[in-house]
């Protein structure tokens, strides 16, 4: 069965940093692209980041570029998201998300396709 979980969230004040952990279960974790999302009240769902796990390929939104920064540890089959410098405007709930490479894709404006697989979420709150 697969799994994402994402763990991390809390709330922080407007300038301070989280990490965020997505632990991934029940697939070939080397074929897959591992992305973050997420989604305000009353807005769609946006992708923030991804990282292509086999070729350490990563693609941001420009909204978080150089503010987030992806990884992954692909010996515990997580990928973590790192936000520093925090915004209010970050405040969403955050999904991890899963699909093949070669079959997703990131755009620079939150756009994307393609995953397959997604987490239930987890609540970040920055304040003002």
């Known amino acids: 069965e697969v799994q994402l979980v994402e763990s991390g969230g809390g709330l922080v004040q407007a300038g301070g940093s989280l990490r965020l952990s997505c632990a991934a279960s029940?697939?070939?974790?080397?074929?897959?692209?591992i992305g973050w999302f997420r989604q305000a009240p009353g807005k769609e769902r946006e992708g923030v980041s991804g990282i292509s796990i086999n070729t350490g390929s990563t693609y941001y939104a420009d909204s978080v570029k150089g503010r987030f920064t992806i990884s992954s540890d692909n010996a515990k089959n997580t990928v973590y998201l790192q936000m520093n410098s925090l915004k209010p405007e970050d405040t969403a709930v955050y999904y991890c998300?899963?699909?093949?490479?070669?079959?997703?894709?990131?755009?620079?404006?939150?756009?994307?396709?393609?995953?397959?697989?997604w987490g239930t979420g987890t609540l970040v709150t920055v304040s003002s």
């Open positions: 029940g697939f070939r974790f080397d074929d897959y692209v």
């Open positions: 998300a899963a699909g093949l490479a070669g079959a997703t894709w990131f755009g620079t404006h939150g756009d994307y396709y393609g995953m397959n697989h």
